[in-house]
């Protein structure tokens, strides 16, 4: 049986989207939308490390999120369509594939699949691995889940594995001290540092280097300290390269 065509059309569809929101993340990034800014504090001694973000990620970003996230989930849910139809039922408006974090008394699809197919279907759940949530069924489930229920505030700009220089033309010195990652805001403060000789010269150039990106700034559906477009490129993969390949025998 030749498998529903709607499936490839998703996850290509997904791909468009993919391109797209790399030639945005590029655009965006490319205005240089942080700026560092010292604050002396008043012991002499320490200084406040601020970064503002002139530019905060366009709400265009967080829509290509979700329609990539849209277009591979009914990608998974047009896979279960296609089996019930293989086993020779209905499909019913229930029909969706299954995404499980707990094991349940009884894994089913609506309209009915073959045996073969039902245990395929249970070998990728995610209760199957240590960590559920991290399985990247479960994380696009709940991509999907927020982009649909929520305000779209999915993206946020991140920072990582950041130091921070003082210095002159002449030469600059590392400043030590803990450094914030993920998620930063206008303002936000990523680092207090002390100076051994208890003074700042007030000409000193601040320069940082490290890694920023576009990150997912909802808790509890994907790493937030991941980049966006690198999660969903597992995804794309994961749908295409390893779900479709192992229905499709079954289809």
């Given at each position: 049986m030749t498998q529903p065509p709607?499936?490839?059309a998703?996850?290509?569809?997904?791909?468009?989207?993919?391109?797209?929101?790399?030639?945005?993340?590029?655009?965006?990034?490319?205005?240089?939308?942080?700026?560092?800014?010292?604050?002396?504090?008043?012991d002499g001694e320490t200084s406040a490390i601020a970064v503002r973000v002139t530019t905060q990620p366009p709400v265009l970003l967080s829509v290509l999120v979700g329609e990539i996230a849209h277009q591979?989930?009914?990608?998974?849910?047009?896979?279960?369509?296609g089996l019930v139809l293989a086993a020779g039922n209905t499909p019913t408006t229930r029909t969706s594939f299954p995404v499980c974090k707990n094991r349940p008394n009884r894994l089913a699809v609506h309209g009915g699949v073959s045996n073969e197919a039902l245990s395929r279907i249970e070998e990728l759940q995610p209760y199957q691995q240590d960590?559920?949530?991290a399985h990247p069924l479960y994380v696009l489930n709940e991509l999907w889940n927020v982009d649909k229920h929520r305000s779209?505030?999915?993206t946020a700009l991140m920072f990582t594995n950041t130091q921070v220089f003082l210095g002159t033309p002449a030469g600059s010195s590392l400043v030590g001290g803990q450094l914030q990652t993920g998620a930063i805001g206008d303002n936000g403060v990523i680092g207090v540092f002390r100076f051994a000789n208890g003074e700042i010269d007030p000409e000193l150039e601040i320069?940082?280097?490290?890694s920023s990106f576009v990150g997912l700034d909802e808790p509890g559906s994907s790493p937030s300290?991941?980049?966006?477009?690198?999660?969903?490129?597992y995804l794309y993969n994961y749908v295409s390269k390893e779900m479709l390949p192992r229905f499709e025998p079954l289809l």
């Open positions: 709607g499936i490839r998703k996850i290509d569809r997904a791909m468009e989207h993919l391109l797209k929101l790399d030639d945005e993340l590029h655009r965006y990034l490319d205005l240089d939308p942080i700026t560092l800014v010292r604050q002396i504090q008043p591979l989930r009914s990608a998974v849910d047009h896979i279960a369509y960590d559920p949530s779209l505030h999915l320069t940082a280097m490290g300290n991941y980049p966006v477009q690198s999660l969903l490129e």
